[in-house]
Nanobody, 121 residues
Framework: QVQLVESGGGLVQPGGSLRLSCAASGSIRTIYAMGWYRQAPGKQRELVATIILSSTTNYADSVKGRFTISRDNAKNTVYLQMNSLKPEDTAVYYC???????????????WGQGTQVTVSS
């Protein structure tokens, strides 16, 4: 069993910064990719950023230049540094990961429970 736990969400003023963390735990062999998605009320879940094999990163156009995704392999943790936050960034942010467990090499997709980010004055 693998669990993803997000943290770091909260209330921040426009133009402020916030760093989200997602820690993976359990019977982990290899984490191939991790990413962040977000979902605002009444809207579909959208991809924010991904990091593949600890190096290749991808960002949604709406967050390029403002958000940075990184990964600490020793801690099985992915981070999302969010700068210059805007009200439209308000959403529940979900961690996603493709992980192979110790039971085998087949990767599975896992989701965290989500953490609320609110950008408001």
């Amino acid at each position: 069993q693998v669990q993803l736990v997000e943290s770091g969400g909260g209330l921040v003023q426009p133009g402020g910064s916030l760093r989200l963390s997602c820690a993976a735990s359990g019977s982990i062999r290899t984490i191939y990719a991790m990413g962040w998605y977000r979902q605002a009320p009444g809207k579909q879940r959208e991809l924010v950023a991904t990091i593949i094999l600890s190096s290749t990163t991808n960002y949604a156009d709406s967050v390029k230049g403002r958000f940075t995704i990184s990964r600490d392999n020793a801690k099985n943790t992915v981070y999302l540094q969010m700068n210059s936050l805007k009200p439209e960034d308000t959403a529940v942010y979900y961690c996603n990961a493709h992980i192979a467990t110790r039971a085998g090499w087949s990767p599975y997709e896992y989701w965290g429970q989500g953490t609320q980010v609110t950008v408001s004055s």
